[in-house]
């Protein structure tokens, strides 16, 4: 559904993105990561037909959003972080509004906004002016206008930030049904546990450039390496710890609790189990601690800042 190679956007002799390539296919969430400034909102408006690439191409449900720009329009659902509502229109009008600019039909109009406004429960200000809207009203009004005219493909920059955790669940799962319904969905936020939670697939952008992507899993085995354990026992570790330290790698541990690392704990847990009742030593639990999106992140985006860093003390310039 979304197809970039070798994106570029240059604003005079700034490069916002460079050589960006995407393979997005239908149903799939995309999570679009990277500090402010990356280039993720300039990548978006090129893949939804506002901003025309300086070189590389790109392709929305096989249209080319430079050749067929007023096609991609119409199959793709866009909010942004700056909406730019309309303050004076009521919450319906507006809605109206933007469905006839996609040329949809008066009745069909009415029908998915009311749809979409109580999905959102936005229906009892329908009739209120939009610049009366609280500001997690207005976002959740903007979302509703991208899902108005039923795009197989969605742009969402920050869907969340101004919302309640009541509204922003309702958006959440509001995506996850779309994702069922196999609409293809790119999302940038701040928020890691919400991408995480969301997304197949992420990408951690900076500079203009991608920088890391795969799976959240792909990318906490490569960046964060063998899954990490923690043993506790009912007394102290005694003589395990070193035990341990022949076979695993032992991260840290305590009185009567270890952590180690392991490359194949589905072999090597069950064999320690067995040793430790063989011994009659009393576990309380053995389990893998979760390793968080944010870790990954930051470990990501700190060795390219240490790459850049390095980059500049031998004279080189980074990212050209």
Known sequence: MIEAVNLTKEFGEFTAVRD?????????????????GAGKTTTVRMLGSILTPTRGWA????????KDAQAVRQVIGLLTEFPGLYMRMKGLDYLRFFGELQGMPGDIIRRRSEQLLKRFELWEAHDKQVGKYSKGMKQKLTLVRAMLHDPYVLFLDEPTSAMDPHS??????????????QRTIVLCTHNLAEAEQLADRIAIVRRGQIIAQGTPVELKKQLLGDPLMELRLAGPM???????RDKVEVVTHGEDWVRYTVPDPLHFNPALLSELARQSTPVV????????????????VESDQKLEDALKETGEKPFE
């Open 20 to 36: 960006v390539g995407l393979q997005v296919p239908e149903g799939e969430v995309l999570a679009l990561l990277g500090p402010n």
């Open 238 to 244: 005694n003589g395990l710890v070193n035990y341990l």
């Open 285 to 300: 639990t053995l389990s893998e601690i979760p390793r968080s999106l944010e870790e990954v992140y930051l470990q990501i």
């Open 59 to 66: 392709k929305i449900a096989g249209f080319d959003t430079v």
């Open 168 to 181: 922003a669940k309702l958006v959440r799962d509001a995506i996850v049904e779309l994702r069922r319904e």
